[in-house]
């Protein structure tokens, strides 16, 4: 393993870590640093700056000695690893500060904010704080294209079901150290690194600080359309995390509304070919089998030890049961209560609901039985530290998890 690690200057105790990630923004660094430190402190706002780079051709690592004389900078130089989210999750392992911020190296985002960003976080029922471009008195150059505000737009629009923020495509934000150290597991997977905070520490109240977003004084921008193309997959992942954070009665259900979207159609479809019991029949069986394996697959995947053919069997007796309890339920409420006689719909949906409650019950306990391991409480599963290749000179044993 080696890394580049420039670590003087350094803050005991700091308030703040800003964590930069840097990709040949040699030109930047030395106009960004102490805009940033002149207004931290102005505020009297304890900072360390934490600097990852993929190793820059451009003289990165010299600016960086140079800015150490002055400045609490310290630059980790990664060797063979490059992404904007794995150098943001790198940083975030390493900073020692209680409020963990990151921002763009470029001067896009304006450091003079950093201290109001800092200030929001004075409010303990705030969990995540976004430099934000979409809310009012926020603005950005005119220069940006109408494809890369409607690209923006579009991609904010996609993060709708994840969180009400207005901008969490912002790589402008901050987020406090326990809640950060409270994440799941997270996925270093393109961009979007401030979304993957969002959902994965479970950040429900974030508040949005307006900024001006200028263009990037120096260079040029590393987001290409296949970062675009990881948004898509990063998407489909966030989705399928929040899902299997479900509760198992609600994964229950929506498999079961899948299996009554499967059901009918088929029977339609069946219909004109066949007599209507079998067309029926076959119908419920399809539905039942599908219901079957995505139960297996999804809801109650942690509980696989019993074999396939014996779980289906048990699957489909338990979904007969339902059935016949359904039907009893609702027969009987219409033949003992006369308003209920007068509205049989009420006496089917609430035999449906005990039906449904039965076919829960008896998979929980009787079709995919709990096996001794898979009900041990989960651990909270922390960021894996990365196994980055890089270059270390001179440093004492960092902070990280
Ligand atoms: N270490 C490291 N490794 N840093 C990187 C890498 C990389 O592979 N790629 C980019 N960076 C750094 C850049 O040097 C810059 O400091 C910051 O990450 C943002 O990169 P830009 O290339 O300037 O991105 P952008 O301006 O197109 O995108 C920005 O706006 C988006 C929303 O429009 C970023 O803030 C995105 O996070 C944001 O989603
Ligand atoms: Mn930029």
């Known amino acids: 393993m080696s890394i580049t690690e420039q670590r003087k200057n350094t803050v005991a105790d700091p308030t703040l870590s800003v964590i930069i990630p840097t990709y040949c923004e040699a030109e930047n660094l030395p106009l960004l640093v102490p805009r940033l430190c002149a207004a931290l402190k102005a505020q009297g706002i304890q900072a360390e700056i934490i600097i990852v780079d993929d190793n820059s051709p451009d003289g990165t690592r010299e600016v960086c000695s140079e800015l150490q004389r002055q400045y609490p900078v310290r630059l980790y130089q990664r060797l063979t690893e490059r992404g904007l989210s794995s150098a943001v999750i790198y940083g975030l392992n390493r900073a020692t500060g209680k409020i963990l911020l990151v921002m763009d190296a470029d001067l896009s985002h304006p450091p003079e904010k950093v201290p109001e960003l800092v200030a929001a976080m004075d409010n303990p029922e705030v969990d995540f704080v976004i430099g934000s471009r979409y809310v009012p008195g926020a603005s950005t150059d005119e220069s940006w294209g ?53 959902v994965k520490c479970g950040c429900t109240n ?63 479809l069946f219909l004109p070919f066949l007599p209507l019991p079998a067309a029926r029949g076959i119908a419920i069986w399809m539905a039942m089998t599908w219901n079957f394996y995505w139960n297996r697959r999804f809801t109650f995947s942690d509980r696989q030890s019993d074999g396939m053919s014996h779980q289906y069997l048990r699957f489909c007796a338990s979904s007969l049961g339902g059935a016949t309890i359904s039907w009893l339920t609702s027969v009987l409420l219409c033949e003992l209560s006369g308003f209920i006689a007068g509205y049989p719909a009420i006496g089917a949906a609430i035999g449906i609901i005990a039906g449904v409650s039965f076919n829960f019950a008896a998979s929980c306990r009787w079709v995919f039985r709990p096996n001794s391991q898979s009900e041990a409480p989960a ?23």
């Open 379 to 401: 651990a909270v599963r922390l960021a894996t530290l990365d196994n980055t290749t890089v270059r270390q000179t001179g440093m004492n044993d960092l902070p990280s998890r």
């Open 206 to 268: 974030v508040q949005e600080v307006p900024i001006h977003f200028s263009d990037r004084l120096h260079g040029k921008s590393k987001l290409n359309f296949r970062e675009q193309l990881y948004y898509v997959q990063h998407l489909c992942r966030l989705a399928k995390y929040k899902l299997s954070r479900s509760s198992r009665f609600s994964r229950f259900l929506m498999v079961g509304a899948t299996g009554a979207a499967i059901d009918i159609p088929s029977f339609c």
């Open 146 to 198: 109408v494809f890369r505000w409607l690209n923006s737009r579009v991609a904010t629009l996609l993060a709708r079901p994840f969180t009400a923020a207005r901008d969490p495509m912002a790589g402008f934000f901050a987020i406090r150290q326990t809640t950060y150290a409270s994440s799941d597991k997270l996925n270093a997977i393109g961009y979007k690194i401030g979304l993957e905070l969002i």
